[in-house]
């Protein structure tokens, strides 16, 4: 899982505005299965279409696994509600079905504003 410097602060400019759904119930119990996170990733990168040559696993940049605190999370960029409406939705109901927190936050981008911009443009939409 990747790890990502969340925070709850000021926006910061170049920052992925976001969710992030926490593994830990709100009753303090671990969230089952342990690979979760992966899972859904998986399922999110179905709804976006997202594909990486060389990359065999499922993954998107709208949505990820990550860990805050020692806990295994997943981190929902905001962007995903304009691209694909119904997997922001999917998740959302995700973490409300499983009592699973959902917190607002930010997260550093992992490439250059230039590159984000010029990949935006050839991520198709569901």
């Excluded at 505005?17 to 399922?43: A, C, M, N």
């Excluded at 940049?61 to 409406?85: H, Q, T």
């Excluded at 922001?88 to 409300?96: I, L, N, P, S, T």
């Amino acid at each position: 899982m990747d790890r990502l410097p969340l925070t709850t602060q000021e926006p910061i400019e170049g920052a992925i505005q976001g969710y992030l759904i926490k593994g830990i119930t709100h009753s303090q119990k671990t969230f089952r299965p342990g690979d979760w996170p992966e899972r859904l990733g998986g399922v999110i990168t179905l709804f976006v279409g997202e594909k990486r040559p060389g990359i065999h696993i499922a993954c998107t940049r709208l949505a990820m696994p990550v860990i805050d605190a020692g806990i295994k999370c997943f981190f929902v960029s905001d962007e995903l509600r304009a691209v694909c409406a119904d997997a922001f939705d999917f998740v959302m109901r995700f973490a409300k079905d499983n009592d699973l927190p959902v917190d607002v936050r930010r997260a550093q981008r992992l490439a250059s504003p230039d590159a984000l911009a010029s990949e935006a443009s050839t991520t198709p939409r569901c």
